[in-house]
T-cell receptor, first 115, second 115 residues
Framework: DAKTTQPNSMESNEEEPVHLPCNHS???????IHWYRQLPSQGPEYVIH???SNVNNRMASLAIAEDRKSSTLILHRATLRDAAVYYC????????????????FGQGTILTVHP | DGGITQSPKYLFRKEGQNVTLSCEQN?????MYWYRQDPGQGLRLIYY???????QKGDIAEGYSVSREKKESFPLTVTSAQKNPTAFYLC??????????????FGPGTRLTVL
């Protein structure tokens, strides 16, 4: 799996937007960009994913660079409940059953949200 | 409500004992996974199963064993051969196949401590 690089930690104030960056310079053309987050002492939860175009859902937005070598997860208005570790993960397209859906987690970005 | 349950939440065992962690899902998912997480680290894949009666080793399978006799159940046994078993164990599942865009659903985790 291609590697991703994220800052170790970021801080934000409540109600402000948060931009969490991820570099993935070795991404292949068929790799999807996934984001998961993990609250303390809980299992990770899916946030969003994308391939080439920017994506929006109820939790966040994903902005993907034109060359796909980087992406940014955007939380439009941070709340205290958004304090978590955010993981940026690349997942290859399953061709011929060679990809078994494994998620390769790095260390992620610890997001601290201040009241 | 559909979801994944893991039990127990906390587990203590004496060195040299085998212990089995439970994972059950009622999401009708074909694929199930076991991950291990050490403090401050991302998740690492132990075993995965794409279908009933079939499973494969992940990146760190030594000292662990699994079974998949029923679609909804994927128990993990931590054997005495696992040299450093104290960790947070997470079970996950996803819909059939291993498409790169299928969301993985995680259970709440079991924290195992070896005394």
């Amino acid at each position: 799996d291609a590697k991703t690089t994220q800052p170790n930690s970021m801080e934000s104030n409540e109600e402000e937007p948060v931009h969490l960056p991820c570099n993935h310079s070795t991404i292949s053309g068929t790799d999807y960009i996934h984001w998961y987050r993990q609250l303390p002492s809980q299992g990770p939860e899916y946030v969003i994913h994308g391939l080439t175009s920017n994506v929006n859902n109820r939790m966040a937005s994903l902005a993907i660079a034109e060359d796909r070598k980087s992406s940014t997860l955007i939380l439009h208005r941070a709340t205290l409940r958004d304090a978590a570790v955010y993981y940026c993960i690349l997942r290859g397209f399953n061709a011929g059953g060679t990809s078994y859906g494994k998620l390769t987690f790095g260390q992620g970005t610890i997001l601290t949200v201040h009241p | 409500d559909g979801g994944i349950t893991q039990s127990p939440k906390y587990l203590f065992r004496k060195e040299g004992q085998n212990v089995t962690l439970s994972c059950e899902q009622n999401l009708n998912h074909d694929a199930m996974y076991w991950y291990r997480q050490d403090p401050g680290q991302g998740l690492r894949l132990i075993y995965y199963s794409q279908i009933v009666n079939d499973f494969q080793k992940g990146d760190i399978a030594e000292g662990y064993s699994v079974s998949r006799e029923k679609k909804e159940s994927f128990p993990l046994t931590v054997t005495s051969a696992q040299k450093n078993p104290t960790a947070f164990y997470l079970c996950a599942s996803t819909v059939g196949g291993s498409s790169s865009y299928n969301e993985q659903f995680f259970g709440p985790g079991t924290r195992l401590t070896v005394l």
